[in-house]
């Protein structure tokens, strides 16, 4: 009899125990304190810490560095290139520009490494699409459209239209990233607008252009038919 009368006892002093227990996690909870995967309370909403006795416990902070950590190893182990995105993301930007017109020594800039700590960012036109390869592009931006000369047959006159680029040229531009090594291509328009309003190839020049030159060039060559030359596209 005793000892089961003992034995209620302490299964009071559990149950206590227990209903303590909770509803302290109850408070905890309500207070905003997370635990982490060692079981320890962590800091709710100000980020601090609730340590064991002997001030061993980790903080919230602390536990997301050493996940990051980790998961960066991983990723680099699995050959991973994200890893190298986020080591590029903080460094400052050296920006140069690349277009036809631009004095030649300002072009050959952009085949140059960075400075040290820096990371190179080359805004171009279609001039990089196929004629230059620049060495180390790892991401390219598309932004699908290309300032074309159009020859007006009312006023005589040429002038600059900008436009969508046809489908090879995104597949060009597509091409200019990787060509060293991994890469990534990024284009600022959507797959309907590709489909639908992206020509396959663009029009050839000898459409857009003034052909006076070129009939006179052929003459000075001794071509005086020229009506009847086989042009690859007759104007």
Wanted: charged share 30%.
């Amino acid at each position: 009899g005793d000892g089961s009368g003992g034995g209620s006892g302490a299964s009071g002093e559990s149950s206590d125990s227990e209903a303590e227990a909770g509803a302290g996690a109850g408070a905890a909870s309500k207070a905003g304190v997370k635990r982490g995967r060692d079981g320890r309370a962590r800091g709710g909403d100000d980020g601090a810490s609730d340590s064991d006795s002997d001030g061993s416990g980790a903080s919230g902070s602390d536990m997301e560095g050493d996940e990051k950590k980790k998961k960066k190893q991983k990723e680099k182990k699995d050959g991973s290139d994200e890893e190298d995105e986020e080591e590029d993301e903080d460094k400052p930007l050296h920006v140069l520009p690349l277009f036809a017109m631009l004095p030649r020594a300002a072009q050959l800039a952009v085949f140059e490494p960075p400075p040290p700590g820096h990371r190179l960012v080359v805004v171009s036109t279609n001039v990089a699409e196929t004629s230059v390869t620049i060495p180390n592009i790892k991401y390219v931006v598309d932004a699908g459209r290309t300032k074309r000369r159009v020859y007006d047959m009312r006023s005589g006159a040429s002038k600059f239209e900008v436009g969508w680029i046809s489908k090879a040229s995104a597949d060009q531009r597509s091409g200019r990233a990787g060509r060293t090594g991994p890469g990534h291509a990024y284009r600022l328009y959507s797959s309907a607008v590709y489909n639908d309003q992206f020509e396959q190839f663009e029009e050839p020049e000898i459409l857009t252009r003034p052909i006076e030159g070129m009939v006179l060039s052929l003459k000075t060559m001794g071509i005086h038919a020229v009506e009847a030359f086989p042009f690859p596209t007759p104007p």
